[in-house]
């Protein structure tokens, strides 16, 4: 697609259900990110893939956090049992060349998620 | 953890005139970049520098990556009311697409 989309856009959900945030980085993209960016902060880094490869994993807060990106396109973000306290805008980005060369990284829209 | 350290917090300024802002970090990066992100949308990069001493123009912005690889500023030149929004330093890992992101400067511009 013309930029980076992510689905849903908006999503509420009750403490302790699991949800599951899509990115559909643009096509060709080799590297695929995901932050997580709170009210009236910067983007923290999660995760980020090199084709369908997780190459770090160190933002993720807890193992209810996981990602995949099973053929090196659309990835999913997994929250399980999810808290209040992981409401935030998770915001997916993606770059064309390997993340490690320095290439422009571009953001998508973002999801908001709101844990009630 | 490494942290990036953005300031001022919040700039109101009049229309027409010079900004400054800037970001310190206690690490060193290889890479300092610029986003600038309105409301409802992603950060978008303006600026990257990849060079120790490096100084960068994009338009009315320049930005420099400091000697030390520990800061960066940016400046941007007679601002107008389309400058708004929150402007982010961001400075990548070394040899990792990680990138740590300051806390923003929330820009307003006066007509």
């Known amino acids: 697609g013309a930029g980076v989309s992510q689905s849903p856009r908006y999503k509420v959900t009750k403490r302790g259900q699991d949800v599951a945030l899509r990115c559909d980085p643009i096509s060709g993209h080799v590297s695929l990110y995901w932050y997580r960016q709170a009210l009236g902060q910067g983007p923290e880094f999660l995760t980020y893939f090199n084709y369908e490869a997780q190459q770090d994993k160190s933002g993720l807060p807890n193992d209810r956090f996981s990602a995949e990106r099973p053929e090196g396109s659309i990835s999913t973000l997994t929250i399980q049992r999810t808290e209040q306290r992981d409401s935030a805008m998770y915001r997916c980005?993606?770059?064309?060349?390997?993340?490690?060369?320095?290439?422009?990284?571009?953001f998508g829209e973002g999801s908001w998620l709101t844990v009630v | 953890g490494q942290q990036l350290n953005q300031s001022p917090q919040s700039m109101f300024i009049q229309e027409g005139e010079d900004v400054s802002m800037n970001c310190t970090s206690s690490s060193i990066f290889n890479t300092w970049l610029w986003y600038k992100q309105e409301p409802g949308e992603g950060p978008v990069l303006l600026i990257a520098?990849?060079?120790?001493?490096e100084l960068t123009s994009n338009g009315r912005l320049t930005a420099q990556f400091g000697i030390t690889r520990k800061d960066s500023f940016l400046n941007i030149s007679a601002s107008i009311p389309s400058d708004v929004g929150i402007y982010f330093c961001?400075?990548?890992?070394?040899?990792?697409?990680?990138?740590?992101f300051g806390q923003g400067t929330t820009l307003q511009v006066k007509p």
């Open positions: 961001a400075g990548q890992v070394a040899n990792t697409g990680k990138l740590i």
């Open positions: 520098l990849y060079k120790a001493g």
């Open positions: 980005a993606s770059s064309l060349g390997a993340a490690e060369g320095g290439n422009t990284i571009y």
